[in-house]
């Protein structure tokens, strides 16, 4: 199975930005769907984004036109650029790999947006 590390959150004001990366070994990222997914306290794991692995990105409203989803075949890497971050969007955020029927998470990194 693939295994993901997640990197790149902290603390960051109201309308600023973040990039976290989520970096795989054991296997080659591109030939799967990768999500990015995040979990607030006392909230259900929300989906954020998604590249497949031909390209195709989507996103949840919350954070359409505000996020991007991408990868670097190259460096096995897909991040997520975050942009006019709202404090609603704190939380542990996780990338998911995802080939047929079978997934693997990251431990998560955390994202808080705060004044």
């Known amino acids: 199975q693939v295994q993901l590390v997640e990197s790149g959150g902290g603390l960051v004001q109201p309308g600023g930005s973040l990039r976290l990366s989520c970096a795989a070994s054991?296997?080659?990222?591109?030939?799967?769907?990768v999500g990015w997914y995040r979990q607030a306290p006392g909230k259900q794991r929300e989906w954020v984004a998604a590249i497949t692995s031909g390209g195709r990105t989507n996103y949840a409203n919350s954070v359409k036109g505000r996020f991007t989803i991408s990868r670097d075949n190259a460096k096995n890497t897909v991040y997520l650029q975050m942009n006019s971050l709202k404090p609603e969007d704190t939380a542990v955020y996780y990338c998911?790999?995802?080939?047929?029927?079978?997934?693997?998470w990251g431990q998560g990194t955390q994202v808080t947006v705060s004044s």
């Open positions: 054991g296997s080659i990222l591109s030939i799967y769907d």
């Open positions: 998911n790999a995802a080939q047929g029927v079978r997934s693997s």
